[in-house]
């Protein structure tokens, strides 16, 4: 069974950093596109960041040059390293497989609040 488990999140002031982690299971993930995803109160769930099949990184515009993803496959794990931090960025982030079949599992999500 594929499991997702996101964890990392956190109260932080504005200008401020935080890496979330998520840790896989059940599946390699090594060659596998893995995203990041965001959904603020309130507002639709919104993609945030791919490192690809390949490890290139795709950013979304609000994030880019502040947000970092990466891959650890001995660890099986990825992660989003955030910089420079802003009230807008404040959501419930999750981690996705990119690549079917596993394309539609999720993690249960952590919290970043941004805020002074």
């Known amino acids: 069974q594929v499991r997702l488990v996101e964890s990392g999140g956190d109260l932080v002031q504005p200008g401020g950093s935080l890496r979330l982690s998520c840790a896989a299971s059940?599946?390699?993930?090594?060659?596998?596109?893995m995203g990041w995803y965001r959904q603020a109160p309130g507002k639709q769930r919104e993609w945030v960041a791919t490192v690809t099949t390949v490890d290139n990184t795709e950013y979304a515009d609000s994030v880019k040059g502040r947000f970092t993803v990466s891959r650890d496959s001995v660890k099986n794990w990825v992660y989003l390293q955030m910089d420079s931090l802003k009230p807008e960025d404040t959501a419930v982030y999750y981690c996705?497989?990119?690549?079917?079949?596993?394309?539609?599992?999720w993690g249960q999500g952590t919290q970043v609040t941004v805020s002074s």
């Open positions: 059940g599946v390699i993930i090594r060659t596998l596109g």
């Open positions: 996705k497989i990119e690549t079917a079949p596993w394309a539609d599992n």
